[in-house]
């Protein structure tokens, strides 16, 4: 799974290197944030 998060995160820093798109909650697994914060 980790190979897979890190794959889509090369991929997603292509498209706008200063965002982070998937972040990480430890203990439950992983979210996808498409709006800006």
Known sequence: MDTHIKTL???LRQVDPAREYIVTHRGMGYSLEL???
């Open 9 to 11: 995160r090369a991929k």
């Open 35 to 37: 709006h800006p914060i």
